[in-house]
């Protein structure tokens, strides 16, 4: 199986300490929501504070750990909001 | 009317967006830029959001709003981009035929933007230093948090 490649969109604090609104993964192929978060926490463990508070979206929606990432999904780390 | 802006605020048009003769009621709650967080003093926001999914959550907090209190008319729109102290960040215009239902809809409209859309803001200091709020009361981990977080 072909390993699976997505880009995660980044921001706030986490796409000033990445100076990129962007970062790529490769991740295995039938790999969740949670093991992308494992990938990010092993990839800057320096940020594993914020790293674990952060939600991931999927398509613009907020997704679950055990959902499965699919080629072509629109990937996000959402860091704890202060809108408003 | 729901939307993220890059400009001032028009919120008197908001308001009047909701307007409607069978309504009795219209509640507007303007976020403002203060001067200061607790010790810190602040020069100016800086509003960043992952637009098209903020827009998104944003329909759906409203769209919530409207299933809890169906009578209520409800307009949204929050300004991303650097605002000066006294700025407009968020407003909220909701009517309804009576006032209970237009406060409660509003508080609704607002507490659950700032728990789940994902807009950020960054205070700047006096030495133009500035740091991203990410609030430790706010864990976004549990993605079916939103709703049950207010």
């Known amino acids: 199986m ?3 490649l997505i880009e995660v969109r980044l921001f706030a604090a986490l796409r000033e300490a990445a100076a990129s ?3 790529a993964l490769e991740l295995p192929a039938n790999a969740t929501v949670g093991d992308l978060r494992q990938l990010l926490v092993r990839r800057w463990p320096q940020w594993r504070t914020l790293l674990e508070r952060c939600a991931v979206a999927v398509n613009q929606a907020y ?9 072509g999904d629109e990937v996000a780390l959402i860091p704890p ?3 408003g | 009317m729901i939307s993220l802006t890059r400009q001032a605020i028009d919120y008197q048009a908001l308001t009047e967006a909701v307007r409607d003769p069978q309504h009795g009621a219209v509640v507007l709650f303007l976020g403002t830029v203060r001067d200061r967080t607790g010790e810190q003093a602040t020069a100016r926001l800086e509003y960043e959001a992952y637009a098209a999914m903020a827009e998104r959550e944003m329909r759906r907090v409203v769209e919530a709003a ?3 209190w169906p009578q209520t008319r409800i307009a949204l729109i929050h300004r991303l981009g650097t605002l000066e102290v006294g700025e407009v960040s968020v407003a909220v215009a909701v009517s309804a035929p009576h006032r209970a239902e237009a406060f409660a809809a509003c508080r609704y409209v607002i507490d659950t933007l700032k728990a789940t859309v994902p807009i950020w803001k960054k205070e700047i200091g006096p030495d133009g230093t500035g740091e991203w709020v990410h609030p430790a009361d706010i864990s976004m981990s549990d993605p079916f948090r939103p709703e049950s977080a207010v």
């Open chain 1, 2 to 4: 072909k390993p699976l």
């Open chain 1, 21 to 23: 609104s962007t970062v």
């Open chain 1, 63 to 71: 997704a679950p750990d055990q959902q499965r990432l699919t080629a």
């Open chain 1, 81 to 83: 909001v202060s809108g």
């Open chain 2, 66 to 68: 409207q299933q809890r």
